[in-house]
């Protein structure tokens, strides 16, 4: 469920709404004369929202890329990283 704080709790109860973006990896959402204004989040749910958003965009594009035929065989990757990282004795 939603975590809704009017903007003067920023100032008022920063530590509260901090402990509890840390303790349930929610974000808290603020409004300013009663409409929404911002959203809080810990910093490390911000990260792991961006390395999400940033998968989700790499994914796509790869996608696009076999769909045109642009790709590699997936054994063709593998043998790459096997001999790169050499796991050929794995």
Do not use: Q, W
């Not at 808290?28 to 409409?35: A, E, L, P, R």
């Not at 809080?40 to 792991?48: A, F, I, K, L, T």
């Not at 065989?73 to 794995?90: H, L, N, Q, Y």
């Amino acid at each position: 469920m939603a975590t809704i704080r009017p903007s003067s709790d920023l100032r008022n109860r920063y530590n509260e709404i901090s402990d509890f973006c840390h303790k349930y990896n929610e974000p808290v959402f603020i409004t300013k004369n009663g409409s929404g204004d911002l959203v809080v989040m810990s910093n490390d749910e911000y990260e792991r929202l961006c390395g999400k958003h940033e998968l989700n965009k790499l994914l796509d594009e790869g996608i696009e890329s076999a769909k045109k035929g642009l790709g590699r065989s997936a054994k063709d990757v593998f043998d790459d990283i096997e001999r790169k990282f050499d796991f050929g004795d794995i």
